[in-house]
């Protein structure tokens, strides 16, 4: 069974720009969710999807946004890049999010944003 | 809301030594707690975790953590480590009132020396 996959494996942006990053999670997981890995500041929780909504949203501004699509897999985008944006993003997926209920995450290979 | 704080963030101990990376969250309700590895330019790996039931939880390759509800601790240990469990280890947590979502420690990057 396939695992979680990311494309791109690696990016390179140049600032102002816009950088999209896809997700396509295990077969018959409905929930996605975006973390992003900057040198210095660990792993952060950006983003939740399950059954095409929006659960939930870590503390990053608005120009950090995204879609899960009807067949479950996501994208992310992150608008009018800054140098900080550089980072290893990570997409994981599981079974339905319920909450009180916890279900486990599988992550991907992550994707390498790189911003000039 | 909760947090992870892991003591080291690095440690260097050699081959076939005991290790133990350290691991202290915080959170107000009842908490499943998450060991993750991370190899060299490869996502996380979950290595254990704690969701209720027995406090030590162990991985098939040696590792053993225990959940220490008192002093709000899941510290990870292995008796003997070998040069390939050179990773970097995070500590997560969640709760039963944040979805699914985790929150991560800062991370130990062990190293292991022959």
């Known amino acids: 069974e396939a695992g979680v996959t990311q494309s791109p494996t690696h990016l390179i942006k140049t600032r102002g720009q816009q950088a999209t990053l896809r997700c396509s999670p295990i077969s018959g997981h409905t929930s996605v969710y975006w973390y992003q890995q900057a040198l210095g500041l660990g792993l952060q929780f950006l983003l939740w999807y399950d059954e095409g909504e929006e659960r939930n949203r870590g503390n990053f501004p608005p120009r950090f946004s995204g879609r899960q699509f009807p067949n479950y897999s996501s994208e992310l985008n992150v608008n009018a890049l800054e140098l900080e944006d550089s980072a290893l993003y990570l997409c994981a997926s599981s079974g339905t999010g319920v909450w009180g209920i916890y279900n486990e995450q599988f992550f991907g290979p992550g994707t390498r944003l790189t911003v000039l | 809301a909760q947090s992870v704080t892991q003591l080291d963030s690095q440690v260097p101990v050699f081959e076939e030594a005991p290790v133990e990376l350290r691991c202290n969250y915080s959170s107000s309700v009842s908490v499943y707690l998450f060991w993750y590895v991370q190899y060299p330019n490869q996502g996380l790996q979950l290595l254990l975790k704690y969701l209720s039931g027995s406090t030590l939880v162990k991985s098939i390759n040696g590792f053993e953590a225990e959940f220490n509800k008192s002093q709000t601790s899941f510290h990870l240990r292995k008796p003997s480590v070998h040069i390939s469990d050179t990773a970097e280890y995070f500590c997560?947590?969640?709760?039963?009132?944040?979805?699914?979502?985790?929150?991560f420690g800062g991370g130990t990057r062990l190293m292991v020396k022959p």
């Open positions: 997560a947590v969640s709760d039963s009132n944040a979805g699914n979502m985790l929150t």
